[in-house]
């Protein structure tokens, strides 16, 4: 993933923390894969299907179960190397950054029933329109897109009366306004996803959005803790460096409990009665 155009400030590099990442990517997947699954029941045999940033490839297999032998998937993402060994016997793997990279290598516009993205727009701060036009440009009429994403900034104790609850909060609230200053993830992301479909020019819009409650310890405090850690850098400011402990610290305490942040998913179809331009978008 690359924040941008192309730059590599994505805060959860995998560059020399690669099994920490593919760790973190597989709780992602046990976490939140019974919801994306549940939310492709859309998805029909003989369909093409692209998922974009597929992690390690749980749900393009779960796509390409669904499509069958007539049908296609394609995974893609800037970052393959965790998707070494997904086995698609009815599609493939591509390196590929959606704001980017020509259209034409993923089978060009109009080439898809249905495409999916989860927990990918909100590191494309600045750049989330654009990748929505793209993935629309994609989309055969009548073709699905299907965008799952979060709310950072709804994150909270769930426990006033656990001792860390309010540094924890506050922890949230500096690192929420850290992620708008450095314009690195928009913490804000999921609640924007409709009002982004509608101005691609998709119809038949439809959401759902829900939160978890957790005791620290378990699988989503896990997943929240590793990509706590995923986002050091060496040399950290002290403050910041001690508000991470304090999180960590929190997360797995099995006496607190946790709110996660709000999970949106927006479907949109591409309803246009003709295919859409062909003309890749470029950056502003």
């Known amino acids: 993933m690359t924040n941008g155009a192309g730059n590599n400030d994505y805060v959860l590099a995998a560059r020399g923390r690669e099994a920490h990442e593919i760790g ?25 299907c692209l998922e974009v940033g597929a992690g390690r490839g749980s749900i ?33 793997v591509v390196k590929h950054n959606i704001l980017v990279d020509s259209l034409a290598g ?3 516009p109009g080439s898809f029933d ?3 993205g989860r927990l990918l727009l909100q590191h ?14 994609l989309l055969k009429p009548g073709g699905w897109l299907v965008i799952e994403d979060l709310d950072t900034d709804t994150i909270s104790a769930a426990d006033p009366a656990h001792l860390l609850s309010e540094r924890y909060n506050q922890g949230i609230a500096a690192g929420v306004a850290a992620m708008r200053a450095s314009r690195s993830v928009d913490p804000a992301c999921g609640r924007g996803l409709l009002p982004r479909f509608k101005r691609a020019g ?19 405090c896990r997943w929240y803790a ?16 001690a508000a991470i402990a304090l999180t960590l610290k929190a997360l797995n305490d099995p006496n607190f409990w946790l709110q996660s942040g709000l999970f949106h998913c927006a479907w949109g179809q ?15």
């Open 124 to 137: 494309l701060f600045d750049h989330q329109d654009l990748a929505i036009m793209q993935m629309v440009a």
């Open 226 to 241: 590793q990509s706590t850690e995923g986002s050091r850098r060496p040399g950290g400011d002290p403050s910041r460096e």
């Open 270 to 284: 591409n309803d246009k009665s003709r295919a859409l331009s062909s003309n890749h978008i470029k950056l502003s």
């Open 106 to 108: 993923l089978g060009g």
């Open 202 to 220: 998709l119809g038949a819009l439809r959401h759902e959005g829900f939160v978890l409650l957790e005791q620290g310890g378990g699988p989503l």
């Open 24 to 48: 973190r990517l597989e709780l992602l997947q046990q976490i939140f894969d019974p919801f994306t699954r549940r939310r492709l029941d859309i998805v029909q045999l003989g369909w093409r």
């Open 60 to 92: 393009a297999r779960f796509l390409s179960d669904r499509v069958g032998p007539t049908g296609a998937v394609i995974a893609t993402d800037i970052d393959i190397e965790p998707l070494v060994g997904l086995d698609l016997p009815n599609g493939k």
């Open 114 to 116: 249905l495409i999916h």
